[in-house]
């Protein structure tokens, strides 16, 4: 049995299916990575199982670190637009082998995960409340 070239295997996907970024791929595989090891998965010998749900939370929290305040954008950018686009990703890399299923995985395990501008921009943004009580708060004098 020959084993399956990363690189190859990719370059056939994109030529086929243009929807979404070379760099959406890598990022799903180091964000699989990321969740791995946050969930305590990543044993050397075995492959441990990570539901949907699971790695949509993890690619949130790898996107936030790597890219901050602009993870919407270089997303957006790549072509991923919602978790259902994660999702689509996912499942294209198990039709080429690249990735692995269990029989109740589905792409419907990321449909509705979380809203992008929420879970990607809303932890940077500062209410306008808050920027109001700032400006009304007395300082301390020094």
């Given at each position: 049995?020959?084993?399956?070239?990363?690189?190859?295997?990719?370059?056939?996907?994109?030529?086929?299916?243009?929807?979404?970024?070379?760099?959406?791929?890598?990022?799903?595989?180091?964000?699989?990575?990321?969740?791995?090891?946050?969930?305590?998965?990543?044993?050397?010998?075995?492959?441990?199982?990570?539901?949907?749900?699971?790695?949509?939370?993890?690619?949130?929290?790898?996107?936030?670190?790597?890219?901050?305040?602009?993870?919407?954008?270089?997303?957006?950018?790549?072509?991923?637009?919602?978790?259902?686009?994660?999702g689509e990703i996912v499942f294209i890399m198990?039709?080429?082998?690249?990735?692995?299923?269990?029989?109740?995985?589905?792409?419907?395990?990321?449909?509705?995960?979380?809203?992008?501008?929420?879970?990607?921009?809303?932890?940077?943004?500062?209410?306008?409340?808050?920027?109001?009580?700032?400006?009304?708060?007395?300082?301390?004098?020094?």
């Amino acid at each position: 049995m020959q084993a399956i070239n990363f690189e190859e295997t990719l370059e056939r996907i994109l030529q086929s299916d243009s929807r979404y970024h070379r760099n959406a791929y890598l990022f799903l595989r180091e964000g699989l990575d990321h969740t791995h090891k946050k969930l305590g998965k990543d044993g050397k010998d075995v492959i441990q199982h990570v539901t949907g749900q699971e790695l949509l939370a993890g690619l949130r929290e790898y996107a936030l670190q790597q890219f901050g305040p602009m993870a919407m954008m270089v997303l957006d950018e790549w072509g991923v637009r919602r978790c259902e686009d994660w999702g689509e990703i996912v499942f294209i890399m198990i039709e080429h082998s690249l990735l692995a299923k269990t029989d109740t995985d589905s792409r419907e395990d990321f449909a509705g995960g979380y809203d992008f501008f929420e879970a990607l921009r809303q932890p940077f943004c500062v209410s306008s409340s808050k920027i109001a009580q700032d400006l009304l708060e007395p300082k301390p004098q020094a």
